[in-house]
């Protein structure tokens, strides 16, 4: 993926301007209607106009033609009329709203875009284990949204998926998306209508890739009632027959569920060890404002501070990060560089601690929060996730000879330090599946964890990930803190 394409589902925020444009679409569309309707009507009227005209004079030839007037008038409209008719059949209708979606088309999702939406929705399905009929009629974890997919859409994910020879879920979508087509109810406008033996084909190569070839057989019989001189189905079907002949029909396989799974549906033990405190120690401010502090862990070290960052700040953040989002990207041990990845699907922003005094006020909070020195630390970086949004496990340290200059000089990232701007309605979690760890987002919330241990090693355990959100727009900001300034405010405890 190239860094200047727009990754339109990886933000929510990012994709509101899709839907002005779908907007100014849309009333195109309702321009180029309004000027069919005016180009019909005008046909309509000459048409009723003439057609009684004609009537009359039908019924009674010979005297309608006897006077001068309608003699006259016939030749004349016979002679000129009929070639204004034809000038203005042949007028193009809506050039101009041709002209304009032609130039908007320009800004419409690409290829990739849907590759990646398709991507999003696997991974919900994937992750959560939702049906595909529960999830494409809006049924999320027994709760009933007053939104669904229709049978494009499910085609669109099957076709996604064959491609990337994921039959299993590849043939459930384009199950999926056959019910729909064969249900009246669910008619598609004519520009837009599928072929449904082209569909019915896709599913069978699906079962066929699945060795359930019973199943295609009789996918194939269907198809062939449409088209019976079809040469390639009729191929197909025997060679299926061949299949069923020298081949079982193979037992579906059970998907693994591992740790991070198990976390994401919010599945880990809850550890009765956890308790709440007030912190009044980190720092000579605590004293006056004490901080609700939420032990998750002792080992690795990791806190929950509630209510560390308002509603007015949160929206202040929002609306200076909105502006300037961009694709979320990963820094490569391989090439030293940062590069966009399908395992992280979100957009940031970097904001510089002196910014304004919003940031300059959220570091010293974090300074409070963590008793640890900001300064050589990274930039704040405010990040909103978009369509099934997340980011794969991974470690936030880089233990690595290859690094950047900032880590040169200032270390590696010796905590970091999570806020949660939004709650998030449906999945989003943050999951520590090593040490069988999960925090929901809660909003005004900041996680605190070590990622070194005290040799400065990176600790394995604070392997983490953020698991795709269903549904909500997640907003979170990342502070992550680096080593060098804080010699002794978090000292090495290996005895010298
Ligand atoms: O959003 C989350 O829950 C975690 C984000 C994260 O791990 C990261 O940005 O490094
Ligand atoms: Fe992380």
Not at 212 to 231: C, E, H, S
Not at 345 to 367: A, G, H
Not at 422 to 428: D, L, N
Not at 438 to 459: R, S
């Amino acid at each position: 993926q190239e860094d200047n394409e727009k990754s339109h589902s990886t933000s929510v925020a990012g994709m509101v301007e899709l839907l002005r444009l779908e907007a100014e679409l849309v009333e195109n569309l309702s321009n180029y209607a309004n000027e069919l309707e005016q180009k019909l009507q005008t046909v309509r009227k000459f048409v009723t106009t003439m057609s009684n005209e004609n009537k009359l004079a039908l019924n009674q030839t010979e005297h309608y033609l006897a006077n001068p007037l309608n003699a006259f008038s016939l030749i004349r409209r016979m002679h000129q009329d009929w070639t204004h008719w034809q000038h203005y059949m042949q007028q193009e209708v809506g050039a101009k709203q041709v002209e304009f979606l032609k130039e908007k088309r320009l800004l419409l999702p690409t290829s990739t875009d849907l590759d990646e939406a398709a991507a999003s929705i696997y991974r919900i399905h994937a992750t959560y284990d939702i049906k595909v009929s529960d999830m494409a009629t809006g049924l999320l974890n027994d709760k009933q949204y007053a939104a669904s997919l229709n049978a494009l859409d499910s085609y669109a994910i099957g076709k996604y998926l064959y491609d990337q020879q994921i039959f299993g879920y590849a043939s459930q979508w384009i199950f999926q998306a056959i019910d729909w087509l064969t249900a009246t109810k669910h008619k598609l406008p004519l520009p837009l209508a599928v072929d449904k033996s082209e569909v019915f084909q896709l599913y069978a190569e699906a079962l066929i890739q699945m060795n359930r070839f019973d199943d295609a057989l009789k996918v194939f019989d269907t198809a062939i009632t449409w088209k019976p001189d079809n040469v390639k189905l009729l191929l197909r079907k025997s060679e299926v027959e061949t299949l069923i002949r020298t081949q079982p029909n193979a037992k579906p396989k059970a998907q693994p569920v591992g740790a991070y799974e198990r976390g994401c549906r919010g599945q880990f033990p809850v550890k009765s060890q956890l308790y709440c405190v007030y912190n009044s120690t980190n720092s000579p401010f605590l004293r006056l404002a004490p901080l609700k502090m939420e032990l998750v862990g002792l080992d690795p070290y990791m806190v929950l501070y509630h209510d560390v960052i308002s509603d007015s700040e949160i929206s202040e953040l929002q609306s200076l990060a909105v502006p300037s989002l961009k694709r979320a990207t990963v820094f490569q041990q391989q090439t030293g560089r940062n590069a966009v990845v399908k395992t992280r699907t979100s957009k940031v922003t970097w904001l510089p601690d002196i910014f304004n005094s919003l940031t300059q006020r959220l570091n010293r909070r974090v300074t409070d929060m963590t008793g640890f020195n900001v300064m050589g630390s990274e930039m704040l970086q405010v990040m909103n996730y978009g369509l099934g949004g997340h980011y794969d496990k991974h470690f936030d340290y880089f233990n690595s000879s290859i690094s950047t200059n900032l880590t040169k000089l200032n270390g590696d990232r010796i905590a970091t330090v999570l806020f949660y701007l939004t709650e998030v309605e449906q999945g989003g979690a943050t999951v520590f599946p090593n040490i069988e760890k999960a925090v929901f987002p809660t909003k005004g919330a900041a996680i605190i964890w070590y990622n070194l241990k005290h040799d400065g090693e990176g600790d394995r355990r604070t392997l983490h990930a953020a698991c795709p959100v269903i549904v909500g727009s997640k907003w979170v900001c990342n502070k992550w803190i680096r080593e060098r300034q804080q010699l002794f405010r978090r000292p090495c405890l290996r005895t010298l």
